[in-house]
């Protein structure tokens, strides 16, 4: 009694085994399909890649918060910098002008010390395709200021942030100053 349980048992034990390398059989891709699926997949990945580089190119472009600064010495002088999510200017706006002029980041400077960090970026301001002249933005703490220089004649108009129009909510402002 006891060997035919034996025998029973080692039948069905086979009997699995069989079965199993069978479903494995009609389930395996052939070595060729494997590897066209996986140049597909690479393929996909490459077109995902490509569309995120331009989903952050476009993202890049997008005003994030504007900056409110008036004039150091003349404070009717009234200037607005629009900024994308990572803190680059994307334009400057004088207070009482029609359009926007874009800007067009060339360099940044990190400087440690003080209580604060200091953030000094430099961008062209583009007039018509041209270089019309330099903008120097800075930024500590919770101070910003901007210094433009006329690539025509030289003159500088030194600016500082506006926190009564910048600041809503305890957050740079979303909207235009003006």
Not at 144 to 163: L, P, V, W
Request: charged residues 30%; contains cysteine; negative net charge.
């Amino acid at each position: 009694m006891k060997s035919n349980f034996t025998y029973i048992v080692l039948f069905l034990s086979l009997l699995l085994c069989v079965n199993c390398a069978e479903k494995d059989k009609k389930t395996a891709k052939p070595t060729t399909d494997i590897e066209a699926e996986k140049q597909a997949k690479s393929k996909d990945s490459i077109k995902d890649a490509a569309t995120i580089e331009e989903i952050e190119n476009i993202k890049s472009k997008i005003v994030h918060h504007y900056i409110c600064y008036k004039n150091d010495d003349k404070t009717s002088m009234q200037l607005s910098i629009a900024f994308n999510d990572e803190g680059n200017a994307l334009f400057v706006k004088y207070k009482g002008q029609k359009g926007t002029i874009p800007l067009k980041n060339v360099k940044e400077d990190y400087e440690e010390g003080g209580a604060y960090p200091t953030i000094t970026q430099f961008y062209h301001e583009m007039y018509e395709g041209k270089k019309n002249g330099v903008y120097e933005l800075t930024h500590s703490g919770n101070w910003d200021y901007a210094t433009y220089t006329s690539e025509k004649d030289g003159e500088q108009f030194k600016f500082t942030i506006d926190h009564e129009t910048t600041v809503v909510a305890g957050e740079y402002r979303k909207t235009p100053c003006f």
